[in-house]
């Protein structure tokens, strides 16, 4: 199983922990802007969870990986990204980047 992890700069990110393989990173820009960092990992325990740092303060929750929609393949996963980011005529764009070292 394979789930989409966000990041919001200025908001939280998330943290790639145990139980999770990161494979593909992309930052989602709107109007040039980045808006947002995503990356698509793979799900390599149920009971994962998933950290969530809230930026500026020392608010963190671990959050159980059930409470994440998960896609059968990486393909599907990266499909729903670009539907959740594309609106209409917009400009948006997804730009591949390295995944962050550990």
């Not at 789930?3 to 393989?21: N, Y």
Request: charged letters at 30%; aromatic letters at 10%; proline letters at 3%.
């Amino acid at each position: 199983m394979y789930v989409i992890l966000t990041s919001k700069p200025g908001q939280f990110r998330t943290e790639i922990g145990a139980g999770l393989k990161p494979l593909d990173a992309y930052d989602y820009l709107f109007y040039g802007q980045k808006k947002a960092h995503f990356v698509i990992a793979e799900l390599l325990e149920d009971r994962t969870r998933i950290r969530v740092i809230e930026d500026g303060s020392e608010i963190v929750n671990d959050v159980p990986s059930k409470f994440l929609e998960k896609f059968e393949s990486r393909e599907r996963a990266f499909r729903e990204l670009e539907h959740l980011t594309t609106f209409g005529h917009m400009e948006t764009s997804l730009r591949k980047t390295a995944i962050a070292a550990r």
